[in-house]
């Protein structure tokens, strides 16, 4: 019990550590570089429309512009060499009306489209972090 | 007070089956595992402690219900647990629960034969600060506040609890704070637990030897596997209000622990098993420690 506790607090502690001397491209390598990113936000976007529970968000969108800006966001956050140049999440989101049950809505379907990719559930964890915040700017309701 | 006991739960659950008839929704939005299991007490958690999240499936604005169904099962006894939980806005939580603890041999041994310690259990939860799930950039938890009223039936052991200055009946207070660092698949919680609780309640509240509220503290950690399936320990510490006492330290007890693997095969379905040490139950009678297999259903929407 007690070395469980103990095995499970420095797998924590060690992966704080990694997290924190990775402020490089390891994430963006896991995604498989541009590349990746360009394919995976391609199929997310597609299944957004497809899914019951997002798809009025997508009604009037331009959705070849959607996918290449979450395609620099992503790219950008994920330590590559990519300049995310769309409007702040706050006034891309505004009048939307998003509720934190859409919100968890997307990230289901993210999550799906990184199955689909065959990405690590770990690399999933890590970059679903740098997202969820934006809960605070993208849920209005 | 027995008598009138038997009567009120079964009232509420009939007051929650007209809330799930009335009106909780069919498309509730939580993230899945992160309404978290039903606690031994009904309480959304872990299996042997409260967390700081909100219980069911309903997110922001939205309400919601989870049913359980619980078995512990030590070496020398055996707990029986059936719950519902309803929450309310991810803010609020009500549960109630019915535990049925089976003393076997420890009660034919005092001289009552099939003696059943039952207690009835209400629970009510508030989040107030924090989101334990989504706010990735910092290190606030989630923090909710809450207490556990306990009803126990300890019929032929009753005079016994009298004589030991035990309550039959008593109140926790907590608070809980939960934090998932998704970056890193890990949630964790820490609670403080003031309570006069022997047992969980199961021999009474308060004793002789020591009748004041205790501030215990209780930690989980929990390492997610894949969207689905967690796993983690958890440890409990209790009082030990009846040691001493006319026996001794023969009702001493020990400290809670468990190692739990959860599953969540659908959304609205969550499988959970442990193993638990729940240390000495009565040593006067039974002196070896209760180790032992903890299994629990949950339906939430």
């Excluded at chain 1, 924590?12 to 491209?25: I, K, W, Y």
């Excluded at chain 2, 499936?57 to 078995?71: D, K, L, P, Y």
Aim: glycine fraction near 10%; hydrophobic fraction near 45%.
């Amino acid at each position: 019990m007690t070395r469980l506790l103990i095995t499970l607090l420095l797998a924590f502690t060690l992966g704080q550590a990694s997290a924190q001397s990775t402020g490089n491209d390891s994430l963006y390598k896991a995604f498989g570089e541009k590349a990746g990113l360009t394919l995976l936000m391609d199929d997310f976007v597609q299944r957004l429309v497809a899914e019951p529970r997002t798809q009025a968000f997508f009604k009037n969108t331009d959705l070849s512009r959607l996918k290449t800006q979450l395609t620099d966001q992503l790219c950008m956050l994920s330590g590559g060499p990519c300049k995310y140049t769309g409007r702040d999440m706050k006034s891309a989101h505004m009048g939307m009306a998003v509720g934190k049950s859409e919100f968890n809505a997307l990230v289901e379907v993210l999550q799906e489209a990184m199955d689909a990719k065959n990405i690590a559930f770990t690399d999933q964890n890590r970059m679903l972090a740098l997202l969820a915040s934006m809960h605070r700017d993208i849920i209005t309701k | 007070m027995n008598g009138l006991s038997r009567y009120w739960l079964p009232v509420l659950v009939l007051g929650f089956g007209i809330f799930v008839i009335g009106g909780a929704q069919a498309d509730t939005g939580k993230l899945r595992l992160t309404g978290g299991v039903n606690s031994i007490d009904g309480v959304a958690g872990g299996g042997l402690t409260p967390w700081a999240i909100i219980g069911t499936n309903a997110s922001a604005g939205e309400r919601g219900v989870s049913a359980f169904a619980t078995r512990v099962k030590p070496k020398d006894y055996a707990l029986d647990v059936l719950g519902v939980v309803a929450g309310f806005n991810d803010r609020i939580e009500f549960s109630l629960a019915r535990q049925e603890f089976d003393t076997k041999a420890t009660g034919a041994a005092l001289g009552l034969p099939g003696l059943k310690l039952e207690q009835n259990i209400i629970g009510v939860k508030v989040k107030v600060a924090g989101e334990a799930i989504l706010d990735s950039d910092t290190w606030m938890p989630q923090i909710a506040v809450g207490l556990i009223y306990k009803d126990l039936d300890a019929g032929g052991l009753a005079p016994t609890l009298d004589a030991l200055g035990a309550k039959q009946h008593g109140t926790d207070f907590y608070v809980s704070a939960t934090k998932l660092l998704l970056a890193q698949s890990v949630l964790l919680n820490g609670t403080l637990r003031a309570t006069k609780a022997n047992q969980n309640g199961l021999l009474g509240f308060g004793g002789t030897a020591q009748n004041d509220y205790r501030v215990m503290p209780e930690f989980s950690v929990a390492y997610l596997l894949r969207k689905d399936l967690a796993i983690g320990a958890e440890y409990r510490v209790k009082p030990d209000n009846l040691n001493p006492s006319i026996l001794g330290a023969g009702l001493k007890e020990d400290d809670w622990k468990d190692l739990f693997i959860a599953w969540a095969p659908t959304k609205n379905v969550a499988l959970t098993a442990a193993y638990v040490d729940l240390g000495r139950i009565v040593p006067a009678i039974q002196s070896r420690k209760q180790t032992g297999w903890y299994l629990s259903a949950q339906v939430s929407f």
